[in-house]
Every structure is written in C-alpha cells, then in structure tokens.
C-alpha cells in the first residue's frame, strides 16, 4: 500500500530533507584526499545531531555507521573504515537517511575526490541526468513506470548498464516504504502517481556489466567487474502539478535555476 502524505507530514519531511541538503554543502568541500570513509560518517553524524536529526542508517539491521560510504566499484553499503583513506581519483558516494521528528528523508550524492579525469566526471553527470531526466515525468495520473523507463534509457543511450539488485522505494515514517522502485521498466506501467506520495528515486548506474557481488561483510554490493559504480539519490514529493525535490542543497537548488 502506497501511503499519501498529508501537507503537515510532507512539511515534517522537509525539515528532514533540508538537513540532508546542508550535509551536501558541506561534503562538496570537505571530501578530499587524505581523509578517510570514517571520517565522512563522523562529520555527517556531528552534522545531524546539532540540527536536531538522528541517522536512520545507524543500527537499521545491524549495521554500524552513520552513513553509507561507497569508494570506486562499491555500488551501496560501503560500511565506513578508518583505514580506508581517500585518493585522487576516486570517487564516493554518500548515502543517508534523516530522521527528525519522527520523518525521515533518504538521499544519495557521488562526489569526486581531488584531481579526477573525465571517466569519472562523465558517470557522475550520467547518474544525475538520470534522475533529472525520469522525475520530470512525474506528475498525477502518470505512472511509475514512465519515470524507471526514463531512468534506463538515459543510462544505458550513454553506454551505461542500470543496477538491478537494488531499487528505490517509498519513504515517511520507516525508510523503506512501498513501492519499490527498479532503476528500469516500461512507460506506462506500475502505479499511478498521486498527490502527497513521498518517494526516493535513486539511479544506480554502473560503467561495466550490470553484476554485482555483497562482500564478506555482508553489506557492501560491489561490481563483479571492478569498474566505477555511481548512485544519486533524492525524496521526492509528488504534487498537484509536478513534483518538488526534498533533499537538495541551497546551492544545488542554485545551480538548477540555472539550467
């Protein structure tokens, strides 16, 4: 069952969101080489903490950290380590959940580390223009399936291959609420949007084969083939005549003022 939202419940995930959109402002300056995957759960945890938010992530099914930290071929649930140090080149992605009064707001941003070449540059843009691409097909009475359709042709008319273990998905009160959401599909197909669903739209794109193997610690989903692996995530509000974004920065929502 798809829950509606009421305003008050999309006003509380907003605050939720808008802590998420000040850790993404602060990240895009603070990830550089030297500094370690643990380090980068510390400073979104401090952040969460002093604007009243608590890590949804943090002991959901065991896991240990405040954040979701993937280096490189790490597609999701890269667990954080002090000994895994950052490195030019290499690029990470950043997944968190907020929750704040009781709503919670899930996004995912991919950032490149220090001096980076244009493979790296060319899969992060690719993964944003998927979710921008899909969401601007989002309005009531369209379907579900016309936004993953979008997603997977943007993905995949650039070289790209869509994840398919992994899926986006509803969210309010508990991270994961229905439906599910499939990084591809048929234009319409799925559900029908209505106004006050609350949904997360994360393409998880992948520059080799779609394969993906968990690790031994039992969370981090990783390319079979070794190559880069990129996620970009936002909570999404579906409204009368559109939709709005819940978890972007202030400079983000500068920069798309612009395109």
């Known amino acids: 069952m798809i829950i509606i939202k009421s305003p008050r419940e999309i006003l509380l995930m907003k605050e939720s969101g808008r802590i998420l959109g000040e850790i993404w402002d602060f990240l895009k300056d603070y990830i550089q080489p030297g500094i370690s995957t643990l380090d980068i759960s510390h400073q979104v945890e401090r952040i969460m903490k002093e604007n009243g938010g608590v890590s949804a992530e943090k002991g959901y099914g065991g896991y240990p950290e405040a954040a979701c930290v993937s280096v490189n071929e790490q597609l999701v649930h890269g667990i954080p380590s002090a000994k895994k140090i950052l490195k030019d080149g290499d690029i990470v992605s ?22 980076y070449g244009e493979r790296q540059k060319r899969l992060i843009e690719v993964t944003e223009q998927c979710f921008w691409n899909g969401v601007a097909k989002i309005k009531p009475g369209a379907h579900l399936g016309d936004v993953q359709h979008e997603i997977q042709k943007t993905a995949e008319s650039q070289g790209y291959s869509v994840a398919r273990e992994y899926t986006g998905h509803g969210i309010g009160t508990h991270m994961h609420e229905d439906p599910y959401i499939p990084n591809y599909g048929e234009a319409g197909s799925g559900p029908m949007l209505r106004e006050g669903m609350t949904l997360c739209f994360e393409p998880m794109i992948m520059e080799g084969k779609p394969g993906l193997r968990v690790m031994k610690d039992g969370w981090t989903a990783v390319s079979k083939d070794g190559k880069l692996t990129c996620h970009y995530e936002n909570t999404v509000v579906v409204t009368k005549d559109g939709y709005e974004v819940l978890t972007l920065s202030p400079s983000e929502t500068e920069r798309r003022k612009l395109i």
């Not at 950043?94 to 001096?115: E, Q």
């Open 94 to 115: 950043v997944d968190l959940v907020v929750v704040k009064n009781g709503y919670m707001a899930d996004a995912c941003r991919t950032f490149p580390v220090g001096i």
